[in-house]
């Protein structure tokens, strides 16, 4: 029997966390990767597996000047092919670039987004090749949100691999779960089919009684929690040991303009934070960091945050206010008069990031997100409704509602309920759908995938055995 063939997409900062992974995996599955001239030698120490050379930015640059305009026509029969149009591929990174020189003045993707046509002709092509050379089945990279990998997801839902994955990380009853996704939403099909069917162990079943009755009195904490509540409470957008570190890039030509900026707009913004809820009842919004990989390519109708809130506010109910917590990594990302605007709206409150979120979820009629994981499965597993703007995961819950546009929350918001029950059984299906996960307590620990590719070699493996079986497709 052959064995499938997964394609690995190598990125620099996750290298010794993929070779974790495919160490684990390479008697079981023949696996390619694809590499720069950066890492071709660590990943060529490997034995077992077969490289691919990917264009590092030179011979990139060398290999789009080639290109003519005949050539650049083949483009219209990609898009035929994967079912997307050209510059959707790099949707991620119009807008990131847009959010991130609003406090960086930063340019370094502009030169990039202005070629995408040629990125997408080229990256294409080299992996059409890679993919009939080695008859890949599978693909699985960091992020689904790289031109690249966003190909990759294309070919995934046309048929011509079978499934392409990553991985995401979700803190749950005090503990970290990683969960293998697929497709731009980062969904789960293993954990669509689970909660369809039924399919709930009792082991999983008891471990959601036990999660959710803890949320009835407190929040389940884990690093990751620790980690950005501590970020939420300093002045400084950086850690001492990251501010040090600017401070010797800085000596070596980096600016030190984006910290400064950061600093500022916290400094000047603070005055339009509150301190306290308001009386009555309260909509909430947890604010996305921005510029995020997620909201940019998930929902990008949604990445300007301050026009979707001020939607909900002017479509606003008699009664409620609309209350709206910064996020604490993105606290100095945004300018003042991001806060002013909205809070010169008369139901808009405006919370700092080091305010208790169970505090705000527990007396919250409901919680809207647009991807917002984090308060998302939060508010379900306290058992507070929660209003879904986009396609999140969590709206697999019964104790959501899916809304297209933001005036919307009105429609929902006296109707939808919490049921107990469902609560448990969504929490059950996602712990069964999800794998064990390490902890961490830093920033650098998380990155790097510190201690975590064991794990997530088992759980990759476990869902390749539901698409060999024909249990998933």
Not at 156 to 184: C, D, T, W
Not at 364 to 386: F, H, K
Request: hydrophobic share 40%; with cysteine.
């Amino acid at each position: 029997m052959n064995k499938p063939t997964i394609l690995f997409l190598s990125r620099a900062r996750c290298d010794a966390f993929f070779i974790e992974i495919i160490n684990n995996l390479k008697q079981d599955y023949n696996i390619v990767v694809a590499v720069t001239d950066e890492n071709r030698a660590l990943y060529a120490s490997v034995e077992g597996i077969a490289l691919e050379d990917w264009h590092d930015e030179e011979i990139n640059k060398a290999e789009i000047e080639k290109l003519t305009a005949g050539q650049l026509e083949q483009i219209k029969e990609i898009e035929k092919t994967l079912g997307m149009n050209c510059y959707h591929f790099n949707i991620n990174y119009f807008l990131y670039e847009k959010f991130v020189n609003r406090y960086a003045n930063d340019h370094k993707n502009k030169a990039a987004n202005a070629i995408t046509p040629q990125r997408l002709l080229l990256d294409y092509n080299l992996l059409d090749a890679i993919i009939k050379k080695h008859d890949v089945k599978y693909a699985f990279f960091e992020t689904v949100d790289l031109l690249n990998t966003t190909i990759l997801t294309a070919m995934a839902k046309q048929g011509i691999i079978k499934q392409a994955f990553a991985h995401e990380i979700n803190p749950i009853g005090g503990e970290m779960r990683v969960r293998i996704v697929s497709g731009q939403h980062r969904r789960s099909n293993k954990l669509e089919q689970i909660l369809k069917h039924n399919l709930i162990s009792a082991e999983s079943m008891a471990w959601a009684e036990q999660a959710v009755a803890k949320y009835r009195t407190e929040k389940p904490q884990t690093g990751y929690d620790a980690y950005h509540a501590k970020m939420g409470e300093k002045m400084l957008p950086y850690s001492p040991k990251e501010f040090l570190s600017k401070i010797k890039r800085s000596l070596h030509g980096e600016s030190l303009l984006p910290a400064i900026i950061r600093l500022k707009n916290r400094l000047l913004s603070k005055k339009y934070f509150s301190n306290e809820l308001p009386e009555g009842k309260i909509v909430s919004y947890f604010l996305q960091l921005t510029p995020e990989a997620t909201m940019c390519s998930q929902v990008p109708e949604f990445a300007n945050q301050e026009h979707m809130l001020e939607q909900i506010a002017i479509h606003g109910k008699y009664g409620y206010t609309v209350v709206i917590k910064e996020h604490p990594a993105g606290f100095g990302n945004r300018p003042p008069s991001f806060y002013r605007e909205l809070v010169n709206l008369p139901n808009v409150v405006m919370l700092a990031p080091s305010f208790p979120t169970r505090e705000v979820i527990l007396r919250s009629e409901a919680v809207v997100v647009a991807t917002g994981t984090s308060p998302g499965l939060e508010s379900i597993a306290t058992n507070v409704p929660v209003i879904c703007l986009g396609n999140p995961f969590f709206n697999l819950c019964k104790n959501t509602a899916s809304i297209e546009h933001p005036r919307q929350v009105w429609d929902v918001i006296e109707s939808i309920k919490a049921d107990p029950a469902e609560t448990v059984r969504f929490v059950a299906g996602l712990h069964q759908a999800s794998y064990e996960y390490s902890n961490y307590v830093s920033k650098e620990e998380f990155m790097v995938r510190k201690n975590c590719g064991e794990l997530v070699a088992k759980g990759l493996a476990a869902e390749i055995s539901l698409y060999e079986s024909g249990e998933l497709k």
